[in-house]
């Protein structure tokens, strides 16, 4: 589990959160995407305390990247559409509980041309795509908030739990190039990662998650690697 977390994070800045996998990163994930609720403490996102669901944190602009991308990031049977809409479901892709088929298959035309999402047509089975394809759909769906066109909607905050595990030089670059330009906007990123260079290179801040017990996140340039 997690022991006491105090973690702020800011508009425009990359915070880090280093570690070996299985010391309480997962559950500190799921904790700011609405999938679990802390036992005590208090979780705000601009001041406000958002209920414990994953729609509600959708609903207040959370981007959720989750560290597993075939088993939590996409329903592999469902097609490229499908899954485009999967967090906006209720809006605004459904009327009366009917999905508005017309507007979702169009909105994932335009993802897929946005995030350059190879591998087939919206109709083709997520489970089809290749890691990095697969990776910009979840990325895509994500930072478009099921808005008309990209430039319509910017992420709050955007959780990334290893957002580059397993993909190619070529992927990495193209998914940090995007996280980037989020911050720019504006968004605020918690990057949960367990490849330094990846820490060293995007974060403002940084901080070391071991045994569910966080470090205060201090400047990245105030941190030496052997310190990590």
């Given at each position: 589990?997690?022991a006491?977390?105090t973690?702020a994070l800011?508009a425009g ?6 570690g070996?996998?299985g ?7 799921d ?11 208090r ?7 958002i209920?414990?669901?994953p729609?509600?944190w ?5 981007a959720r990247i ?7 990031g996409v329903?592999g049977d469902?097609?490229v559409w499908e899954?485009?809409?999967a967090?906006?479901?209720r809006?605004?892709?459904a009327?009366?509980?009917?999905v508005r ?8 035309r335009r993802l897929v041309?946005?995030y350059?999402?190879?591998g087939?047509?919206?109709d ?5 795509l290749s890691?990095?394809?697969m ?9 478009s908030?099921?808005a008309?066109?990209?430039?319509d ?8 739990s290893q957002p580059?595990?397993?993909l ?11 996280l980037l330009d989020?911050c720019?906007?504006?968004?605020a990123?918690?990057?949960i990662s367990?490849?330094?260079?990846e820490i ?14 966080l470090?205060?996140?201090?400047p990245?340039r105030?941190?030496t690697?052997p310190?990590l």
């Open positions: 589990g997690l006491p977390v973690l800011r800045e990359i915070t880090a959160i280093a070996v996998s010391n309480g990163q997962a559950l500190l994930a904790v700011l995407c609405g999938v679990r609720a802390p036992t005590r403490g979780v705000a996102l601009g001041g406000n305390v209920a414990a669901t729609e509600s959708v609903a207040a602009g959370v989750p560290e597993d991308r075939h088993a939590i329903i469902l097609p899954n485009a809409i967090e906006h479901y809006r605004p892709f009327s009366a509980g009917i088929r017309g507007a979702a298959r169009s909105f994932a041309d946005r350059d999402v190879r087939g047509g919206i083709t089975p997520a489970r089809a890691g990095g394809n990776q910009k759909l979840i990325l895509g769906r994500a930072l908030g099921g008309a066109r990209a430039a909607f910017l992420p709050t905050l955007i959780v990334a580059t595990w397993g190619d030089v070529g992927a990495v670059a193209w998914v940090h190039q995007q989020a720019a906007r504006g968004a990123l918690l990057l367990e490849d330094l260079d060293l290179a995007l974060a403002d801040r940084i901080a070391v998650i071991h045994a569910g017990r470090t205060p996140a201090r990245a105030s941190w690697l310190e």
